[in-house]
């Protein structure tokens, strides 16, 4: 059983509701203040584990603007990447730097994951990358031209839940709400060019992960079902089955 315990209650809250704000932000007017960096700064190496590390990008604007993707992201200063161990799966970074997303989304500032298309050399430079160790993402982080605010689910680019869990509209809602609540949660996670090829199944007591071939976004998504299932008041943990992966509740929060 694989437990997440630095997530407390309270975080788990807290990152739930900034999923519902949370959007790819390309256009920024600053970076974030001084407080917020070192709040970020902080949650990074808390969040950082053995096999892995997020370390703030002092120079984002030298990281972007390269590639289709890079040149749409303007007035970036500061950013995050995502370092990790050769060898390692990356899903426990993923999900770690998505945590580190929606805290930046809850202070009101913009990010933007970006996996293929940014100067990969400077970015490298900038992390000091170890020998064993590669860079896996990295995502900007400030000020947002638009200021961010709830997306109703239904306007965003995702697939249906019927066709990610099989469940048609009353199988669903005969689902427990907790298990309701984590797939809502996951239907909006993101995941490179919204392909969402996860696919989930619910058991009695637990859920299954049913992982598509990218690791970075499978670990981006199992966030997204645990805060959902935090948000209807469950805390959750993992185990893997083969190449599936099974959520099942740990224990209950008291409210």
Known sequence: MIHMNYISAEEAA??????????STRLYTGAPDQAQAGRLAALAHRLSEDTFRLVVLPQADKVFGTGLLGRSIKGASFGVGVVVSVGEQTWRAARAGEAMVLECTALGLGTCWVQGTYNHKE???????KSGEA????????VPVTPLQPVPDDA??????????????QAFQSLPVWQQAALRCARIAPSAINLQLWRFSAAPS??????????FDNGI??????????????LSSWRQEGRQWVLSPSSHIEK
Do not use: C, I
């Open 14 to 23: 807290r990152w739930f509701y900034a999923t519902r704000s949370r959007f």
């Open 123 to 129: 970015a490298r430079t900038q992390l000091n990358l």
């Open 135 to 142: 860079l896996a993402a990295v995502f900007p982080v400030g």
């Open 156 to 169: 965003r680019n995702r697939k249906s839940l019927e066709t990610l869990t099989g469940l048609n509209a």
């Open 206 to 215: 637990s859920l299954v992960l049913d992982p598509g071939h990218n690791a």
């Open 221 to 234: 998504v199992m966030l997204h079902l645990e805060l959902g299932a935090a948000h209807s008041g469950v």
